[in-house]
């Protein structure tokens, strides 16, 4: 009975063992499609070695190369253009601009248009303010210059001084519900009533209503900047509403917020996915 025991507790050591082995085995496995997989993805994106960090802090340029590339940017359903897009317009609004140069490039190399990009960084603008949005934009107008990309590019308005606000109106009533802004716009005091108009005047009629992106990319877009900001959590849940309206579905959502995640940490992250889970609960 005593030897049967101990060849028991032998054995199971020994299996114990090598399940152990065999799991660092399949983590080294997994390390290396992960390098593999951010040194392609790299090379697809940017054309080869780009990080310049590599030679002054070579250990951190590789975590920060793998984990972005090799983790992110292989996780989800996003396209590469998407995620290319949601990055830009993270990017414009964290106000992260020595990245943002080769991540014009990389949209290009996507798949983006000139007109995608441009209008990726519009849309930031009612959220970040003009001053941010301008900066983003004199460098991208750099990059299209030294890519022989005419500008200006054809302007995408779709609508005039007399229809901005009942077009703006309407496409925020198409989003958030007619009931919902025709209530915004009753029951706001008179002293506030300017940014209820400015609402469906410049965010929606102005911003909104352009042709470039579709209204799925324009909100998906939005939630990435808002969230990007931080503090702004009641408009993050409203716009998690709207992109639920828009047709965007919860997983699209946690992939466009994933993606921003190497961009703007943890915190901020966390904050958005618990604004996706309150609005949209795995169970609904």
């Given at each position: 009975?005593?030897?049967?025991?101990?060849?028991?507790?032998?054995?199971?050591?020994?299996?114990?063992?090598?399940?152990f082995?065999?799991g660092?085995?399949?983590?080294?496995?997994?390390?290396?499609?992960?390098?593999?997989?951010?040194?392609?993805?790299q090379?697809?994106?940017?054309?080869?070695?780009?990080?310049?960090?590599?030679?002054?802090?070579?250990?951190?340029?590789?975590?920060?190369?793998?984990?972005?590339?090799?983790?992110?940017?292989?996780?989800?359903?996003?396209?590469?253009?998407?995620?290319?897009?949601?990055?830009?317009?993270?990017?414009?609004?964290?106000?992260?601009?020595?990245?943002?140069?080769?991540?014009?490039?990389a949209?290009?190399?996507?798949?983006?248009?000139?007109?995608?990009?441009?209008?990726?960084?519009?849309?930031?603008?009612p959220?970040?303010?003009?001053?941010?949005?301008?900066?983003?934009?004199?460098?991208?107008?750099?990059?299209?210059?030294?890519?022989?990309?005419?500008?200006p590019?054809?302007?995408?308005?779709?609508?005039?001084e007399?229809?901005r606000?009942?077009d703006?109106?309407?496409?925020?009533?198409?989003?958030?519900?007619a009931?919902?802004?025709?209530?915004?716009?009753?029951?706001?005091?008179?002293?506030?009533?300017?940014?209820?108009?400015?609402?469906?005047?410049f965010?929606?009629?102005d911003?909104?209503?352009?042709?470039?992106?579709?209204?799925q990319?324009?909100?998906?877009?939005?939630l990435?900047?808002i969230?990007?900001?931080?503090?702004?959590?009641?408009?993050?849940?409203?716009?998690v509403?709207?992109?639920?309206?828009v047709?965007?579905?919860?997983?699209?959502?946690?992939?466009a917020?994933t993606?921003?995640?190497?961009y703007?940490?943890?915190?901020?992250?966390?904050?958005?996915?618990?604004?996706?889970?309150?609005?949209?609960?795995?169970?609904?």
């Amino acid at each position: 009975m005593k030897n049967f025991i101990s060849m028991f507790l032998m054995t199971s050591l020994l299996l114990g063992g090598m399940t152990f082995t065999i799991g660092k085995m399949s983590v080294c496995a997994a390390s290396k499609n992960r390098i593999a997989a951010a040194q392609e993805k790299q090379t697809q994106l940017f054309g080869g070695s780009r990080n310049n960090l590599a030679k002054t802090d070579p250990g951190f340029a590789a975590v920060m190369d793998n984990f972005i590339y090799g983790d992110v940017y292989n996780r989800g359903k996003l396209t590469d253009k998407q995620r290319e897009l949601v990055t830009i317009s993270t990017l414009t609004a964290a106000q992260s601009f020595d990245p943002l140069p080769e991540h014009l490039l990389a949209a290009l190399r996507a798949g983006a248009t000139p007109i995608e990009i441009k209008e990726t960084i519009y849309q930031c603008a009612p959220y970040i303010g003009f001053p941010k949005t301008v900066s983003a934009l004199e460098i991208s107008n750099k990059i299209f210059a030294k890519q022989g990309i005419r500008l200006p590019l054809p302007d995408q308005a779709a609508v005039t001084e007399a229809t901005r606000f009942e077009d703006g109106f309407q496409v925020q009533s198409d989003i958030f519900g007619a009931e919902h802004i025709a209530a915004l716009h009753k029951n706001s005091p008179a002293n506030q009533k300017h940014i209820a108009n400015y609402l469906s005047e410049f965010c929606f009629g102005d911003t909104y209503t352009r042709s470039g992106l579709d209204l799925q990319m324009r909100e998906l877009i939005t939630l990435c900047a808002i969230s990007t900001i931080g503090g702004a959590e009641p408009q993050v849940k409203a716009h998690v509403q709207a992109n639920l309206n828009v047709g965007n579905d919860k997983e699209l959502l946690l992939d466009a917020v994933t993606q921003c995640l190497p961009y703007i940490g943890f915190p901020r992250t966390l904050n958005a996915i618990a604004c996706i889970n309150q609005i949209i609960p795995d169970n609904a």
